[in-house]
């Protein structure tokens, strides 16, 4: 650990309440974040949010369906359903008891995409995940109607898009919705979205709602095939947290719990999208502070003090759940390809008698990798497994590329796959460098942070800046969900002058947690900064790729030759 790591000091906490009497009485707050991989459930005291109580999860994976990034319909109840069990399960086999009741219920998931419904509820189109790249000419036409970035993955560009395609479902829509919007109107029957996840469907202006100058521009545009409607018509009501967002249903809770064991009535926090979990997180949702959240995408979210002075193309403007301004640079691809690395190298330990868990390959690379050279010796990892639109691919193909002179080690390989986690990301944070905007704290989670000292000593050398990573660095998102439904709980039950959400991070959830910040090393920061010039360089040889290889097609010719 670098010279500048340092342990915040743990605060004194009342005594803790036993976790069986709590969850036998209904006192926990319940967080499920639909992620990429795996969609992850976590229960918390809700009187003390920092306390996880119980865990589970369920995994699944997107599907390229006919050029379109999806999930089926049906695995998002079966994996919901997985993965309350699991927690279930936890609850029962750390403390003794089921798992009854809730005091409050949270959902999150990934942003943006397209689900679209008829008037009856029914899905027209299957989901259209974040990671279709497919909406350019209505994007770039929208950025130019709104006077905003309006990014290819947003609900709003995949609803235009089909507009500009004329697709015969457009006719027959009545809503438009985000994964975790729909998980709570299924739960709850409120057609509800926080506004964190909201500010990822359409821009929201500074009173916490759909911009009212930008709608009204976009019905004029859209007049045509809106039929005398709004946009925001399509659009499901924007909830800051804490707001009333409904409670869990007695058809939410079977749908959730099959075996009938939950019972309705638990509070219901407004739906959120995975940003705005990882800011709740890491404890990053006040100006001057920000946070990387790493998993299948990587994202660096930074909260405003004053708007950016220009339009850029590689910047998101979202919003933290409370409402407050946020600059959103997202890359579509993260850690996924490190992770198939993972799984090549834990396959060969496997095949030369020596298995190994995932955590312990992981942990073993991830090791690795800090004796590899700064600049990873010459070697170049790319880990686009879809468009990447900051480095301006439409569609991605994952390289691991080198000269006949690079110094081809198994530390120089990992630490260019680690490089490469980040390298996209540093490309859109030098925007907001430049537009100089102030940042104070830097946090980062997510699963590749869990090997203490490494993800985290990387990045702070990538972004050149002192990184902080929490005890809950490995919780992620489902705990943030969590937290967010303890905060919507209280906040209810407050008569008046309830805690604002910085407040009360800091107060109730943040007071005592450890945390360690480590500064960047010279030495990583000039590392990195050679393999980010050699990166950019090789963006010639990733765009041949996706020019000359084309998906499925070396499999097809296989295939044919078979």
């Not at 050149?464 to 969590?482: I, N, Q, S």
Request: glycine letters at 12%; hydrophobic letters at 50%.
């Amino acid at each position: 650990m670098s010279a500048g790591a340092h342990t915040a000091a743990a605060a004194e906490r009342p005594e803790a309440r036993d976790a069986a009497s709590v969850l036998a009485a209904g006192g926990g707050a319940l967080g499920i974040e639909l992620g990429s991989t795996r969609i992850k459930a976590c229960v918390v005291d809700a009187a003390d949010p920092s306390r996880v109580l119980a865990v589970g999860s369920s995994e699944w994976q997107n599907e390229l369906v006919d050029g379109v990034w999806t999930y089926a319909a049906d695995a998002v109840w079966s994996g919901l359903q997985a993965a309350y069990a699991d927690l279930a399960a936890d609850v029962h086999r750390r403390h003794g008891v089921a798992l009854t009741g809730l005091a409050a219920v949270g959902v999150s998931a990934m942003m943006h995409g397209y689900l679209a419904f008829d008037e009856s509820g029914g899905l027209l189109v299957p989901f259209r995940t974040w990671r279709n790249t497919s909406t350019g000419p209505a994007a770039a036409e929208l950025t130019d109607l709104l006077g905003v970035n309006i990014p290819l993955r947003w609900s709003i560009a995949h609803l235009h898009q089909a507009i500009l395609d004329d697709e015969p479902h457009v006719g027959r829509l009545s809503s438009i919705n985000t994964l975790a919007g729909w998980v709570h109107h299924r739960l709850t029957g409120r057609f509800v979205l926080g506004v964190g996840d909201a500010s990822g469907m359409f821009p929201i202006d500074a009173h916490g709602d759909y911009d009212r100058d930008r709608v009204a521009a976009y019905d004029a545009c859209a007049a045509s095939v809106l039929g005398g409607r709004s946009v925001t018509d399509l659009l499901p009501a924007v909830l800051p947290a804490g707001a009333d967002a409904g409670r869990l249903t007695a058809d939410g809770a079977a749908l959730l719990d099959p075996t009938g064991a939950l019972r309705p009535g638990a509070v219901a926090a407004p739906p959120e999208g995975d940003a705005g979990t990882g800011m709740v997180a890491t404890n990053a949702v006040a100006p001057r502070t920000g946070n990387v959240s790493a998993g299948t995408s990587i994202f660096a979210m930074v909260v405003l003090e004053q708007p950016l002075a220009r339009v850029h193309t590689e910047i998101d403007l979202v919003t933290t759940p409370a409402g407050d301004p946020v600059a959103m640079v997202h890359c579509n691809n993260g850690a996924s390809e490190l992770a198939a690395w993972a799984s090549l190298f834990g396959a060969f330990a496997a095949a030369a008698g020596t298995p190994m868990p995932t955590d312990a390959v992981f942990e073993t690379l991830l090791g690795a990798a800090l004796s590899g050279a700064p600049d990873a010796g010459g070697l170049l990892a790319y880990n686009h497994l879809s468009g990447e639109p900051i480095a301006g691919l439409d569609e991605g193909r994952p390289l691991f590329v080198r000269t006949p002179d690079a110094d081809f080690t198994l530390a120089n390989t990992m630490r260019a796959h680690v490089h490469g986690v980040f390298a996209t990301l540093a490309m859109g944070m030098q925007t907001l460098a430049d537009e100089g905007v102030a940042l104070d704290e830097l946090f980062a989670h997510g699963g590749i942070f869990r090997t203490a000292g490494v993800a985290q000593r990387l990045l702070a050398g990538a972004l050149d800046a002192p990184v902080t990573v929490g005890d809950t660095a490995g919780e992620g998102g489902a705990w943030g969900m969590a937290v967010l439904a303890a905060y919507a709980a209280a906040a209810q039950a407050a008569s008046a002058d309830r805690a604002g959400l910085a407040d009360y991070l800091r107060d109730r959830v943040f007071a005592g947690a450890a945390s360690v910040t480590v500064a960047p090393d010279p030495a990583d920061v000039a590392g990195f900064a050679r393999y980010l010039s050699h990166y950019r360089a090789g963006l010639a040889v990733e765009a041949a790729a996706v020019t000359a290889l084309r998906t499925g097609g070396i499999r097809s010719s296989i295939e044919g030759t078979a």
